[in-house]
């Protein structure tokens, strides 16, 4: 096609790695960039993950799953995942009052205007009802039904939702999408990273003295980076700002109904998450290596039998340069994240999302890179940020865990954040969030940080006004959640569907 | 118990100033905040012949102002965009549009498809015959963007008006809502000892008036923030060195445009803003680079019709004070910083400071003010500067009149480090910024970028999923789409003509 006229220089892209992040990395590659010529090519190293391992999403892997062109009827059938319209936040000490974060607005507008204020009026006019009590969203996720838009919901506010994928049939169910639409794999246990005189990858080294050769490379290895290492990138800890550095994972039976929204529970020795899929529950435990817990207090905390426990190191940090020469790590390669939020597949997402549009075009792409190390650096800090929020503000007692979480540092960005929405209830929306306006209120709302004033314009708003608008909203939330189907029925509905 | 009101005072009365008082008392529930404005006869508002951005129908929105009466009332017309006369190098133009280029095709941006089908030879015709808001104003045509039936490519519009019109509508407007208006000049400002809070300001009257929050619109003096609370000036005139303007308005000509045109100049640029009644001109020039008498003459000599009256000077520097709001004190407008009306931004940045004050203000029970929220306001305040800042010298520096004193320095100079970089980005591979508050779009960027005569080396590769043999037909599909909407269009002089003159009876004020 146009190769003639271009630079030829990127057109063997080779994606090194392992599991779910492997395999949507190189479907994503294949479906945006196959066209224009590039081919993809994966070196496959031994899989990680475990039976108890789940992909834990937020609600943007759904576009990418549909400009894949992955339907997800017969995505969630093969993989007997579940739907996911939020987290519970809950203490097992009972000191704090749990919170729900739920994938949709919060409230919904009052005479135009927005709803957060209102309810900060609402509460000096004597209501008590919770913040989270008027999501439609939590609403139905504590009902155990799935919630699908409709016009009336599309006035009320939005509605989102994200899944809990078994992490081993989702990555199964990735690899066969990618190699049907035509990557090449090679599978090896071993790799050796051959960099040239510039200190460039010049080729992959994999078992049995084969040869891999490539213009441009993409590291999804995981926390290692093996090929990041190699051509000897830096890394920033984010250890002081996080106190976890141990995760446990395991399964227990399944229940039923499923529940279509995931829990974590905060204990003094650190916290459980619960997610369920049609396979079991999900099990992730995540604690302190110098608070030691024992595997008995682990299985304790849960609170239910488990099986097949599998312990990892976890070292939260970042990569000082995501893209280094012709090579971009991608997922954990580039950042790793603090357990809570389970954000890794996210990151795979961000990571190849800001990469499309900057991919190199010729030789030179030094400005491109600069580019995409800004974007991505600025798109994790964010990120983390959201998770700093959550230990610093915890008021879950005073155990060590606890204690050192609330003492962690906190970015400038996050500071002004957090006294920008103490004040006033607004929330500084900066230009590389991933987690939308609602999403924040929601996590500072649940962490007991009540703005001590609102917008003057709902001023405007007279109490009966009021009152009978929050009465109407959850007369709404009520009539919506009775009309959907339950979890459990939507999931067998779409089996169905799907032929399977 | 409810607590007293919280008092604000507005220091001066231009289109700022009673912006300002408008959306406090559309807002703001009047047994909670009392308003007042002082303004002084005796000192005249800048303000001849204003364009604006399409934003501006949000803030008419937000005080249900009729759109018709408000054309009437101002002498407003409709604007599609801005012409660049000679910027690049005399006898060329383009335009900058309130609009898009094409469309997004795959979630693609249309750019580089349009530069994929170049680099392939299919000679697609010129990227602005992608946009019916750059076609319409080829014409002289108007029509409103449409919301039944999609239009080939998105555009909107704004107005061209006489700001001291508008001013006065609003005035109206603000005083029957319960703006108390006070006359008078301000001769001296009280502090508290304690934390250097205004307290009250003396009128030349002997008049005192005490406030508990002080909005500062008194322009380029900024009698408030920067004479009595000192905030500092940071200046940005080695980027945009121009420091005077003349304006005189002429009668209208038959050249009735649905755009701005700005012209470039040795020593400037001239502008000229149709309204319904006259035509608003002036020239913006850099005293480093023409005289004064000069750039009189040039102004002069440039009209297409007859000069209604001496032409005014002004004097002005870019850059703005480093903290819009400082203690119980924010500046709007003028007052605030400078920023030459090159993308029509005073306006804009008059209505985004006054709708994030609204949202940040001090309430009554606290009445103190919160420096926490005084940093967000003054982040805002900051960053909207910058990126208009960064998108007016992209303007200047990418221009070809070689041999030209003022063109060959902005050429020349340093850029800020933030534009460097997205010229570089633009320059490999046809990548624009996007802002996610949508300002400037994408295709403002582009406009600029393409009418300044840069070319993309290459386009992004995602637009090659798309099979050439289609690719040419979409384009041709496209542009015979957008040609014959722009052909169906009524001229922006008959359009103006049904739309603003009729006689409808609205009373000028709505409330008793």
């Known amino acids: 096609m146009s190769a003639a006229i271009r630079d030829p220089g990127m057109r063997e892209v080779v994606v090194v790695g392992r599991d779910a992040p492997l395999w949507l990395s190189a479907c994503v590659m294949q479906y945006a960039l196959g066209p224009a010529g590039v081919t993809v090519t994966v070196v496959e190293l031994p899989p990680l993950a475990q039976p108890a391992d789940v992909c834990i999403t937020l609600p943007a892997l759904e576009p990418l799953h549909t400009r894949l062109r992955i339907d997800e009827a017969r995505l969630i059938a093969a993989t007997r995942g579940a739907f996911s319209l939020g987290r519970h936040y809950v203490d097992s000490g009972g000191k704090a009052p749990p919170f729900f974060h739920a994938h949709g607005s919060n409230g919904s507008r009052i005479d135009e205007k927005e709803f957060l204020p209102h309810w900060l009026l609402a509460r000096r006019q004597g209501l008590n009802s919770p913040f989270e009590e008027f999501s439609l969203t939590a609403a139905a996720a504590r009902a155990g039904r799935m919630l699908l838009p409709d016009a009336a919901i599309d006035r009320f506010g939005f509605t989102d939702y994200a899944y809990h994928l078994p992490a081993i049939p989702y990555a199964a169910w990735l690899r066969q999408l990618a190699l049907r639409r035509g990557v090449r794999n090679h599978w090896s246990s071993t790799l050796e990273v051959r960099l040239d005189a510039e200190g460039a990858i010049a080729e992959l080294l994999l078992e049995g003295d084969r ?17 990041a290492s190699a051509m000897g990138v830096g890394r920033e800890s984010w250890r002081e700002s996080f106190v976890a550095d141990r995760v446990m994972s395991a399964h227990s039976a399944p229940v039923s109904p499923v529940p279509i929204y995931s829990e974590v529970r905060a204990h ?11 396979v079991c529950i999900h099990v992730s435990q995540a604690y302190c290596s110098d608070l030691a817990p024992g595997p008995a207090d682990l299985a304790a905390a849960a609170g239910i039998p488990l099986q097949g426990m599998v312990v990892r190191e976890r070292h939260p940090g970042r990569r000082l340069r995501a893209w280094e020469k012709n090579c971009v790590a991608v997922g954990e390669a580039a950042c790793v994240f603090d357990p809570l939020h389970f954000l890794d597949l996210h990151a795979v997402q961000a990571g190849l999302v800001h990469l499309l549009p900057l991919f190199p075009v010729q030789s030179d792409f030094s400005v491109e890179r600069d580019e995409y190390n800004r974007n991505v650096h600025s798109a994790f800090e964010r990120m983390r940020d959201f998770q700093s929020a959550h230990y610093r503000l915890n008021r879950y007692g005073d155990s060590p865990f606890w204690a050192r979480a609330r003492g962690a540092a906190l970015s400038a960005e996050l500071t002004h954040k957090l006294d920008a929405f103490r004040a006033r209830g607004e929330t500084v929306d900066y230009e590389d969030e991933a987690f939308t306006i609602d999403d924040w209120q929601a996590l500072f709302i649940g962490h007991g940080v009540v703005p001590e004033s609102y917008d003057p314009a709902v001023d405007r708003t007279s109490p009966d006004l009021l009152k009978s608008e929050l009465a109407r909203i959850l007369g709404f939330i009520r009539q919506k959640v009775d009309e959907q189907r339950s979890h459990s029925d939507y999931l067998r509905d779409l089996s169905r569907v799907s032929g399977a | 118990m409810q607590p007293s009101p919280l008092r604000i005072v507005i220091v001066g009365g231009g289109s700022a100033g009673w912006m300002c008082a408008a959306a406090c008392a559309q807002v703001l529930h009047p047994a909670r905040y009392s308003l007042t404005l002082i303004e002084s006869d005796d000192i005249g508002t800048v303000g001849v012949g204003e364009a604006t951005l399409p934003a501006l129908q949000d803030f008419n929105k937000l005080l249900q102002i009729d759109e018709a009466q408000f054309m009437r009332e101002t002498q407003g017309t409709f604007k599609l965009g801005i012409e660049f006369r000679g910027w690049k190098r005399p006898g060329e133009s383009y335009v900058h549009p309130f609009g898009a280029f094409g469309q997004l095709w795959g979630g693609v941006e249309f750019q580089h498809f349009w530069l994929r089908a170049r680099q392939l030879g299919l000679n697609p015709p010129p990227l602005d015959e992608f946009s019916c808001a750059v076609r319409a104003c080829a014409r002289n045509a108007f029509e409103f963007p449409d919301t039944h039936s999609v239009r080939s490519t998105f555009y909107g519009y704004a ?7 508008y001013a006065e509508f609003l005035r109206d407007w603000a005083t029957a809502r319960g703006v108390a208006r006070i006359e008078g000049q301000v001769v001296d400002v009280a502090q508290e000892s304690t934390q250097g809070d205004i307290k009250s300001l003396t009128l030349k009257s002997g008049q005192q008036i005490s406030g508990d929050f002080f909005i500062d619109c008194s322009g380029f003096r900024s009698l408030l923030l920067a004479d009595k609370l000192g905030v500092p000036w940071e200046d940005w005139s080695p980027w945009l060195p121009c420091d005077r303007a003349w304006a005189v308005p002429c009668e209208r000509s038959t050249d009735f445009t649905p755009y701005t045109r700005s012209t470039a100049q040795k ?3 001239v502008w000229r803003i149709p309204l319904q009644h006259r035509t608003g001109n002036g020239h913006v020039f ?8 000069e750039a009189r003459s040039t102004l002069l000599a440039g009209l297409d019709g007859k000069a209604l009256g001496d032409p005014r000077l002004l004097k002005f ?3 703005r004070r480093v ?3 400082k203690r119980n004190c924010i500046a709007i407008g003028l007052a605030s910083g400078f920023l030459e009306p090159l993308e029509s931004t005073s306006i804009f940045l008059v209505q985004k400071a006054i709708q994030d004050m ?10 103190g003010v919160d420096e926490r929220v005084v940093r967000e306001f003054n982040r805002r305040s900051d960053e909207l500067y910058e990126r208009i800042r960064d998108f007016l010298i992209l303007h200047y520096t990418a221009n070809d009149r070689i041999g030209e004193p003022l063109w060959d320095h902005v050429r020349h100079y340093e850029l800020p480090e933030s534009l460097r970089h997205k010229l570089r980005l633009f320059d490999v591979r046809g990548h624009v910024p996007y802002f996610k508050d949508g300002f400037f779009s994408r295709d403002s960027w582009l406009a600029v970028l393409f009418g300044q005569g840069l070319m993309p080396k290459a386009y992004d590769r995602l637009a090659d999923f798309m099979p050439r043999e289609q690719l040419d037909a979409r384009l041709h599909d496209l542009h015979a789409r957008v040609a014959a909407e722009v052909a169906a269009m009524p001229t922006h002089e008959e359009i103006v003509a049904r739309y603003c003159s009729e006689p409808r009876f609205i009373p000028r004020v709505m409330t008793s």
């Open chain 1, 211 to 227: 040869r891999v050769k490539g213009d441009f490379f993409l590291d999804v290895t995981g926390g290692e980076a093996l090929l």
């Open chain 2, 317 to 319: 520097r870019a850059g």
């Open chain 2, 267 to 269: 020593g400037g640029w």
């Open chain 2, 358 to 367: 609204l949202r940040l203000l001090p309430s009554p029970e606290a009445r």
């Open chain 2, 323 to 325: 903290q819009a709001w």
């Open chain 1, 268 to 278: 003094a020795r650190g916290w459980v998450a619960l997610a369920a899929s049609q």
């Open chain 2, 286 to 293: 850099s005293t480093q680079f023409v005289g004064e008498d």
């Open chain 2, 159 to 165: 107005y061209h008006f006489d700001a001291g019109l």
